[in-house]
């Protein structure tokens, strides 16, 4: 896949078109994107998605060796009775590009872009509600993807970050935070404690939510994080 200067900093430029052309009534449900999780990533469109209702949408991202079929645990209990499209990529590397370069984008921001561009030109995405998220590392690239592209992502959910390496501010996309107080493995005084000051510092409205337990995303959070996302007053 050929890479080019938006990519190697970040950038994405699929935008949702409105109302995609054809005729041909897209396919709801799970669709595998390439020839296997592994390699690729996944596609949930809700049975209840209508093209003349545009559907919010959530780019999800696993964490370190975890592959896309992770990434779309996290929020598949809420997709349907949210009406959730969600969009779950597998990253080129055992975890993302930024986060094994620390701020070096590439392969992984093309793909991000190509299945972005793929998806908008499929369904009407609600521009109003688009959303990048993760889990972990997962979490740390949906931080600095999301402050990179707040022009395209107007939500970051971050379940467990570790820490943030956007390339620039652009927009002013809302955040959604949580993390254990008993994380052992990226500990919250750390990671959320210094990242969430970081983030209010800089203008954002946070939504900070900390919780009794370790390195997880437990399926409350999961909920309050996907009601938050598609609240009316967002």
């Known amino acids: 896949m050929v890479e080019d200067n938006r990519h190697t900093e970040g950038h994405l430029r699929a935008r949702p078109v409105g109302q995609p052309g054809g005729t041909r009534a897209a396919p709801v449900g799970l669709q595998l994107l390439g020839v296997s999780a592994a390699r ?88 109003s509600r688009i959303a990048v998220g993760g889990y972990s590392d997962g979490a740390s690239y949906a931080l600095s993807l999301g402050i990179t592209n707040g022009d395209l992502f107007t939500h970051v959910l971050a379940f467990s970050p570790g820490f943030m390496v956007p390339t620039g501010q652009r927009g002013s996309p809302r955040v959604f935070v949580s993390h254990g107080t008993r994380d052992r493995w990226l500990p919250v005084d750390r990671c959320s404690r210094r990242i969430v000051p970081q983030l209010e510092s800089a203008g954002y409205e946070v939504r900070y939510r900390e919780f009794e337990g370790g390195h997880v995303v437990p399926p409350s959070i999961g909920r309050e994080a996907t009601d938050w996302f598609t609240a009316e007053q967002n």
């Open 40 to 127: 690729g990533g996944y596609l949930y469109v809700p049975a209840t998605y209508r093209a003349s209702h545009p559907a919010p949408l959530v780019l999800l991202l696993h964490g370190a060796g975890e592959d896309a079929r992770d990434g779309l645990a996290l929020l598949r209990q809420q997709a349907d009775a949210a009406g959730l499209i969600l969009l779950a990529l597998t990253s080129r590397g055992p975890t993302w590009d930024a986060i094994v370069g620390r701020g070096r984008y590439g392969s992984d921001v093309a793909a991000i872009d190509q299945a972005l561009e793929g998806t908008f030109s499929r369904y009407v995405v609600d521009p």
